[in-house]
C-alpha cells in the first residue's frame, strides 16, 4: 500500500493511509489477529456474519423490487468551500443579476 505525501503535508498523507486501510480491512485483521479466538467463538461470529449479510442482502432486494422505502440520504453541508477550493483564494464572480 503506497501513500504520496504532496507539499510535505504528512497529516493529509496519513488520513488517506488510515482511509485506504479502513476499506481493505487491515484494522479489522489486526483486532482479529491480537488475540487467540476460541474455534466455537469463530462459529459464533462467523454465523452472525453470514446472518448480517442475508439480511444486508434481502434489504436491498425488497428496495430494488419497491417493497419497501430506500433509506433517505442526508443533505450535503453546502457551508465551506467547495472541495479542492483553496483557503484564501478568491473564488470566481459568478453571473449577476443585480444589474
Known sequence: MQVFVR???????????????????IFREMKARKAYEKPSERKVREKADAVRRARKLA????IRE???????RP???TRGPAR????????????????
Open 7 to 25: 507539499d510535505n503535508n504528512v497529516d493529509q498523507a496519513l488520513r488517506a493511509l488510515k482511509k485506504k486501510m479502513q476499506r481493505e480491512g
Open 59 to 62: 434489504r436491498k432486494q425488497a
Open 66 to 72: 419497491g417493497l419497501i422505502a430506500a433509506p433517505k
Open 75 to 77: 443533505a450535503r453541508d
Open 84 to 99: 479542492g477550493a483553496r483557503a484564501g483564494a478568491p473564488s470566481a464572480p459568478g453571473p449577476s443579476s443585480a444589474q
